[in-house]
């Protein structure tokens, strides 16, 4: 890193910086427990999807769509919501981001753009209950599963550049397999579609002249859905029904199959080239919370993994209805549905906490235990304690003319700058690790954004302290400062967005083709310095300029408790 220097022994100075606030590990022992959240009505929910451990939605029957900002503290209707009604169930819940979102109501498509409001787009594909799905790449791109003229046998796949108004036919499914010796030309009925990222994504099938025949099918794209390969899956093919699947990033994932009346885990780790068995006892629904933590439920069990599926391990769980849906949006946080507007709650707690009244325990997942978020709250600490240095500094220049020197800030103010450079260094080996264990596999665009912002977040801050110590006066390092301050304030911000500790600013209608983004990446390219800004105002100290600029770029949160 050029200018930046990290001096280790400096690392122990970092205890007497302030200890704001961190999402990190659970002191002590800790339980989980499945708590109640139900809505107070007699309603049969069939889904949940959650963008942050906060905010979500619930659907069901009657027409009924429920929104919560409070981790279902309170449920607000904003279709239905009364039990007996004649409206067409809702489900199929989908989101893009936290504003951005669909459901299916029989043949109908609905969609929100404020996270607020719903309006009908248009005619889905085909009117999905058991078979189909969805999955939008951008608040206008999106692709589904369907069929001309059968709705039990989706057989094509759609593409939507509107939004979900009009749907054009982009590939079909159709296989040659070996099949007891024997080449068969085979058609197949699609039944569920994930993107991990917005270029590769992956469908499942199973042989489509019925809802019982086997025929493994695994259908990929790798350019963002406009041309799509089919290839037999694993499991026996006269008997592997594929029902479900999810993939961590573009290469790893897993599909379950049921076999001979048993349900069985297969897992592949080249972008389903090849797959193994595994040994687990999964469940209906599949969902990662991040690349390490997920789960597998069934009407009576819950399989679970801390290991990116390396390991799974299954207890039987004791809802007071069947679950019908399952939502993950971090490892410390899921909800379910189920019937008798059931909703169900994960935590985790100390483990001297009592269990709620109806409580279902569970198992603790391992605690985000990420420090970049204190990190970046002790570097703001620290460039305040720098700019009231600066503001006492004598107007003495560092270094005589024509000399190289440390810069005027390494000169006046050197232990305060080294105390920069070591939380700024510690920065820098806590992103990567945020990024490999941490990144929102929930919600696709979270996912992207984490990847965007916090490397590209990172080098400008990077270029902003580099700048800062190479400022050879006053009066420039002081305007250094201030966008070094406000460089670290932006990634700060940026951070608390990945880790749910408040919500994005709402997003501009994005483009039809999303960037790729390569999920396994641990690092964006060098992002250019920021721009020089106009002169400070006068009358102003630094220390006075720099908390102003922190207060400004700190929008309205959303907290977590």
């Not at 669909?102 to 085909?126: I, N, Y």
């Not at 006269?238 to 885990?265: C, I, W």
């Not at 994960?346 to 269990?355: F, S």
């Not at 605690?367 to 107007?395: K, M, N, W, Y």
Request: a negative charge; proline letters at 8%; aromatic letters at 8%.
């Amino acid at each position: 890193m050029n200018g930046i220097r990290f001096t280790g022994a400096l690392l122990l100075a970092l205890g007497a910086l302030p200890a704001a606030g961190i999402l990190a590990g659970q002191e002590g022992p800790a339980r989980a427990v499945w708590e109640p959240a139900n809505y107070a009505a007699d309603l049969e929910l069939k889904d949940v999807f959650f963008v942050s451990t906060e905010v979500g939605w619930v659907s069901g029957a009657g027409g009924t769509i429920l929104h919560t900002s409070d981790g279902g503290k309170t449920w607000t209707p904003q279709l239905g919501g009364e039990a007996g009604a004649a409206d067409p169930a809702i489900h199929r819940l989908r989101f893009y981001d936290e504003w951005h979102g669909w459901a299916v109501q029989g043949s109908k498509l609905l969609r929100t753009t404020d996270g607020q409001s719903w309006e009908e787009v248009g005619a889905t594909p085909v009117a999905m209950g058991d078979w189909g799905d969805y999955a939008f790449l951008s608040p206008t791109l999106g692709f589904a599963l369907g069929s001309p003229s059968n709705p039990s046998h989706p057989d094509h796949i759609y593409r939507t550049r509107d939004g979900g108004r009009t749907w054009e036919p982009v590939a079909r499914c159709q296989i040659k397999a070996t099949i007891d010796g024997l080449v068969q030309q085979a058609g197949c009925a699609l039944t569920r579609l994930h993107f991990p990222t917005p270029t590769v994504g992956y469908a499942i099938a199973r042989e489509g002249m019925c809802p019982t025949c086997a025929l493994p099918v695994v259908a990929k794209t790798v350019d963002g859905g406009e041309t799509w390969t089919f290839a037999l899956g694993p499991g026996d093919v006269k008997r592997a029904l594929l029902e479900e699947l999810f993939f961590l990033d573009e290469r790893t994932g897993f599909v379950q199959s049921y076999e001979n009346a048993v349900r069985k885990l297969y897992a592949t780790s080249d972008g389903g080239a090849t797959w193994r068995g595994v040994v687990a006892t999964p469940g209906d629904w599949l969902r990662f919370a991040d690349p390490e933590v997920g789960w597998a439920v069934d009407d009576s069990h819950l399989a679970y993994t801390a290991s990116g599926g390396a390991r799974w391990s299954s207890v039987k769980h004791g809802f007071p209805a069947e679950p019908n849906a399952l939502s993950f949006p971090r490892r410390d946080r899921a909800y379910l549905v189920g019937d008798h507007g059931m909703i169900y709650r994960y935590r985790v707690l100390p483990e001297a906490a009592p269990v709620p009244e109806n409580g279902v325990a569970a198992p603790a997942m391992p605690a985000l235990a990420s420090t970049i978020e204190r990190e970046a709250a002790d570097f703001e600490a620290a460039a305040g304690e720098v700019a009231s240095a600066l503001d006492q500094a004598p107007e003495t220049p560092a270094t005589p003319a024509g000399e190289a020197g440390p810069g005027f800030a390494g000169t006046c103010c050197a232990k305060r700058v080294d105390r920069l450079d070591a939380v700024l260094g510690l920065m820098a080996q806590s992103l990567p690790q945020l990024l490999a264990r941490f990144r929102n596999t929930n919600l696709l665009q979270a996912g992207v954004r984490m990847l965007t912002a916090l490397p590209g977040g990172l080098d400008q801050l990077k270029a902003a302290y580099a700048e800062f110590q190479q400022a050879p006066d006053k009066a420039s390092a002081q305007a250094a400062l201030g966008r070094l301050t406000s460089a670290a304030g932006s990634l700060h911000q940026a951070i608390r967005v990945a880790l749910q500790e408040e919500l994005p600013a709402p997003t501009e209608q994005a483009a039809d083709a999303p960037a790729p983004v390569d999920v396994s990446a641990q690092a964006a390219p060098e992002a250019p310095a920021p721009e020089a800004k106009p002169a400070e105002p006068a009358g102003e100290s630094t220390a006075q300029r720099v908390k102003k600029g922190v207060g400004g770029l700190i929008k309205k949160k959303v907290r977590i408790p």
